[in-house]
């Protein structure tokens, strides 16, 4: 059979010119399409096995790291296709609080420089199929010679060294199903918030420890998580001791408002998504009807907010279920803790609860020296002349309408003298 073949085919090479032809002219287009396709596929196979690259989009922290990062890089200085990254920008910062300039980072598309000597291929684009209302899903792409991966991991070390070393603290909120970076507030010292002596450093020490306590946890098989529950009166400042905790610890705060939050899954998901080492904040707790009630039913009945299908069931498998994260704290607020339900903050789910009182003598005049540094003689007669328990917000806004002595409100001598036994008392 073969034989007959092979002169078959002898026979069609001498005798039919047609056959030769085609077989001449299929030769010649497949060693041309061979020769064309050549270099591609020897750059497809340089670049998969002499190069390696790293992908990160922006539902991941690091994105933010490697957009700093390119910021500051000089070919950004160079480059024609930039886009503007930056939410506000105030030309007096001394005026409008904190400012938050503008940068300028690599454009959609591909751009190539170098780096510490080594190119590098960047590319950039938004997914517009995965995009979601105001969350546009972006992606980076960084491809560099050579097969370790040593030189991208410095990079990321020191685009992520760039924003550690920014002493503002991050603020992320959910919105569209991802987090999303919402602000950088100014670093707050711990003792620009007016706390019972002892309640500040109780709150640092605990929190100090529980970052760096991840091997404790894990050789005693424990879960690595712990909670925070602050309570207290309106205005007595646990926001404000979350975002000093935040600034002393150098962590993000994530904000997550259970209003918006529409089923248990989503739930699920912005708890998972919130990364180790950071603070997950939920504010106002006890307004929310899922934190009373085991069932969306019921939340919906008492026409609540925070409601949709979401259950208390699922924000306890939130906090602590199998899937549940770990590594990050978590700090619930609460005017009114004796209305939530018991198992929301049982001892695994809260384990520390810090009570946020009123203002007594001794913090009023703290505060007062907060506001006049060096006046002691008038921080106690001031704390003397408020006569009564008092919440920091109102406070300060008295301190802020401006200075009580200079309006004429100044106690009389015996008055300043009974202000200082109370002090003493109280110290």
């Known amino acids: ?18 056959f030769i032809g085609v077989i001449t002219a299929s030769s010649i287009g497949t060693a041309l399409y061979m020769a064309r396709a050549f270099p591609a596929t020897l750059w497809r196979l340089a670049l998969r096995y002499a190069s390696v690259t790293l992908e990160v989009d922006n539902t991941d922290p690091g994105f933010g790291w490697i957009k700093v990062w390119l910021s500051r890089h000089p070919y950004v200085r160079r ?17 409008s609080g904190d400012s938050e300039a503008w940068d300028m980072v690599p454009g959609e598309g591909r751009h190539v420089f ?21 969350f546009l899903r972006q992606h980076f792409h960084l491809r560099t010679v050579g097969r370790s991966q040593d030189f991208l991991r410095v990079l990321v070390s020191e685009a992520a060294a760039l924003c550690t070393d ?26 620009s918030v007016i706390l019972p002596r002892g309640q500040a450093d109780r709150l640092v020490a605990d929190a100090q420890w529980f970052f760096k306590a991840g091997e404790w946890y894990a050789e005693r098989g424990i879960p690595y998580r712990r909670g925070f529950l602050f309570s207290g009166p309106p205005g007595t400042g646990k926001s404000s001791v979350v975002l000093a905790l935040a600034s002393h610890l150098g962590k993000p705060v994530y904000a997550l408002n259970l209003a918006s939050v529409s089923q248990d899954s989503s739930l699920m998901e912005a708890f998972a998504e919130v990364p180790q080492d950071a603070i997950l904040l939920v504010e106002d707790i006890d307004a929310i009807r899922i934190a009373k009630s085991r069932t ?8 609540s907010q925070g409601g949709g299908l979401t259950t208390l069931s699922g924000l306890l498998n939130a ?18 803790p004796e209305h939530l339900d018991p198992a929301l903050i049982r001892p695994g789910r809260i384990d520390l609860h810090e009570w946020f009182d009123l203002l007594g003598p001794d913090e009023i005049r703290r505060m007062f020296l907060r506001f006049h540094p060096g006046r002691d003689a008038d921080a106690m007669r001031f704390a003397h002349s408020i006569g009564r328990p008092i919440s920091p917000a109102e406070l300060q806004c008295m301190l802020l309408a401006g200075d009580p002595f200079e309006a004429g409100d100044v106690p009389d001598t015996d008055a300043a003298k009974a202000a200082q036994e109370d002090l003493v008392e109280v110290g």
């Open 319 to 336: 906090i602590d279920g199998v899937a549940a994260p770990e590594g990050r704290l978590l700090v619930m607020t609460s005017n009114h």
């Open 114 to 134: 170098l780096h510490r000597g080594r190119p590098v291929m960047l590319s950039y684009w938004i997914d517009e199929e995965n995009s979601k209302g105001s």
């Open 79 to 95: 480059s024609r296709k930039l886009r503007l990254s930056g939410r506000q920008y105030r030309p007096d910062a001394g005026q």
């Open 1 to 18: 059979m073969y034989e007959q073949f092979y002169q078959w085919l002898s026979t069609q090479f001498v005798d039919n010119e047609m």
């Open 296 to 303: 969306g039913d019921a939340a919906k009945k008492d026409g």
């Open 166 to 191: 920014d002493e503002h603290v991050q603020v992320h909120d959910w919105r569209d199903g991802h987090w999303q970076f919402s602000c950088r507030k100014r670093p707050r010292p711990m003792d």
